[in-house]
């Protein structure tokens, strides 16, 4: 019998020149998978193995394997669901790489955490050499099967992919539907959301499958057709309550459109089901604190904390969560600590230093330490003045607050104007500005200064479109450039100023140069304030210019 060859009625597939890794902290264990792979004809010059998370990473690192059996449970360090996380979120391995996880593991939470990374297999042990070559044939062959799409996908010749879909789809019916799935992220990813719909909406007329729906709702999120999408992932959910990405999707837009408490509610669930998710514990805390949850928050942002330690996904904004978290349920010493541990295990770049300064600041006002709180409050203000600082709208506020309390009341005020011109309609961000000025004693003259600031905000927001009304073209490019500049995080502002140019280039013509400034123009707008009906139309508007052109 030749043992470089597996045997089918269809095929000989070959496997004495694939690399294989074997990561498993039991060498008993790894002896037995090369002894099986060996009979499976791997030539064992080909077997590399790993006895923990940390140095299969460095091997995935310098050699491309074609095939990883990894054990899910490994002693120290990283599990194997971080990873095959790590692997697939640095591209250490692509589409062609066969990836086996294995495990004792029966749990529902165990099995669903592995499958979200979406190995190709989940073995339970004890592995036997007729069940591992089985699903190593079965698998092999559908990678067999993709392997032009896969290559023309790593070459970024993607219509090239998406011809070869539809080319197998015709040679190759016992992969359909992974063939459809496939075209139809394609589809998505290139950007041909009308291609996507049609496609998805005819794969559900053959097959109710849950990720046709999700992808329809990806598609149709695009479109802004946000109701419809949410009713879809619903649906998925329905179909296969286990499908963690129709719930994610879900709570997303959820947030987008402020519906905090059903967002909060469908993460709950799918942390239920699914809980070793690093992003979706973050996700939930978010969701928490803004619906006043703290403790919940504290719990979510632990949690997330524990399970990152060893992630590609560990991030400094999971501590600050759960130091807000602490700070909100009067856990003082805990948020110092929480900052303590972040200062130590992240570099701590500006932007990361006014949030840890922030929360040390709020602490000391909460405790009544005024000295401590002045001193947070000067190295505030100084790292506000350097030219490359950035703040977040909500950063923005409590360093406000907690400057006002500080004595930097110029400051606070510019840094509230600041908010307001950015959102002159935002009901809820008036009455956070008019609160804190009242908590400072300041309510008449915040007051005045709110309204003051707001009607300047209005008149700079319309100038333009009104000179384009008066046929002021020159005027009205220089008049939205200006607010634009003035107000970088008005999303109206830059909506109003693709307004003036699309209708500049309708009365004087095209040119690249106002091409590229109302695409980015509308880009910005979309990144602040998602889903604006206003946007779609200019979008439309826009590519008719070009189309003509």
Excluded at 308 to 318: F, M, N, P, R
Excluded at 350 to 372: F, M, P, S
Excluded at 443 to 464: C, F, P, S, Y
Aim: a neutral charge.
């Amino acid at each position: 019998m030749n043992t470089h060859l597996i045997k089918t009625a269809s095929s000989d597939l070959d496997f004495s020149g694939k690399k294989v890794l074997i990561v498993d902290d039991f060498h008993e264990m790894r002896t037995v998978l090369r002894n099986i792979l060996c009979n499976c004809g791997t030539d064992s010059k080909n077997i590399y193995t790993a006895d923990s998370g940390n140095a299969a990473i460095a091997l995935l690192k310098e050699t491309k394997f074609d095939i990883v059996l990894c054990d899910l449970v490994l002693k120290s360090g990283k599990n194997g669901q971080q990873v095959l996380e790590q692997a697939k979120y640095q591209s250490l391995i692509d589409a062609s790489c066969l990836w086996i996880m294995i495990s004792a593991e029966k749990t529902m939470e165990a099995v669903s955490g592995a499958a979200e990374h979406k190995p190709d297999a989940y073995i339970l042990k004890p592995i036997t050499e007729e069940n591992l070559r089985t699903r190593l044939l079965k698998i092999w062959e559908k990678k067999a099967a993709f392997a032009a799409i896969h290559q023309a996908v790593r070459q970024q010749e993607y219509t090239k992919a998406i011809r070869l879909c539809d080319n197998c789809l015709v040679t190759n019916k016992a992969h359909t539907f992974e063939l459809l799935r496939l075209k139809s992220d394609l589809l998505l990813f290139t950007g041909e959301y009308e291609s996507v719909v049609a496609l998805s909406e005819k794969i559900l007329t053959q097959r109710d499958v849950p990720w046709a729906k999700v992808t329809l709702a990806k598609a149709l999120l695009k479109k802004n057709q946000t109701d419809a999408a949410n009713n879809l992932l619903k649906a998925a959910i329905e179909t296969n309550p286990t499908f963690m990405e129709a719930h994610d999707l879900l709570a997303q837009t959820l947030q987008a459109h402020g519906n905090y408490e059903e967002a909060f509610s469908v993460l709950e669930h799918a942390i239920g089901l699914s809980p070793n998710s690093v992003i979706r514990q973050k996700t939930l805390g978010d969701t928490a604190m803004k619906i006043g949850k703290a403790p919940d928050a504290e719990r979510a942002y632990r949690k997330s904390i524990q399970l990152g330690e060893h992630s590609v996904y560990k991030t400094a904004d999971a501590y600050l969560g759960l130091a807000k978290a602490c700070v909100a349920n009067m856990n003082h010493d805990e948020a110092l600590k929480t900052i303590d541990q972040l200062e130590k295990d992240f570099s701590i770049a500006e932007a990361l230093q006014l949030k840890t300064l922030l929360i040390r600041g709020i602490v000391y006002h909460q405790n009544g330490e005024t000295e401590k709180v002045q001193q947070i409050g000067e190295k505030l203000c100084q790292i506000i003045d350097t030219e490359n600082s950035h703040l977040e709208s909500n950063d923005s506020l409590e360093i406000a607050r907690l400057l006002l309390a500080s004595g930097n009341s110029d400051k606070a005020i510019e840094l509230l104007q600041s908010e307001i011109k950015s959102n002159p309609d935002n009901a809820a961000l008036l009455h956070t500005v008019t609160e804190i000025f009242n908590q400072a004693n300041m309510g008449e003259k915040g007051h005045q200064l709110i309204e003051t600031t707001r009607r300047e905000a209005m008149l700079i927001m319309n100038r333009g479109v009104l000179l384009i009304s008066k046929g002021q073209y020159n005027e009205a490019i220089a008049a939205m450039r200006a607010a634009t500049k003035a107000m970088p995080s008005n999303a109206r502002v830059l909506l109003n100023q693709a307004h003036v140019i699309i209708a500049y280039i309708q009365k004087n013509g095209v040119t690249a140069e106002l091409i590229a400034e109302a695409r980015d123009s509308l880009a910005a707008a979309n990144q602040l304030a998602p889903g604006e009906p206003r946007h779609a139309r200019l979008i439309s508007a826009l590519h008719q210019l070009t189309t003509a052109a």
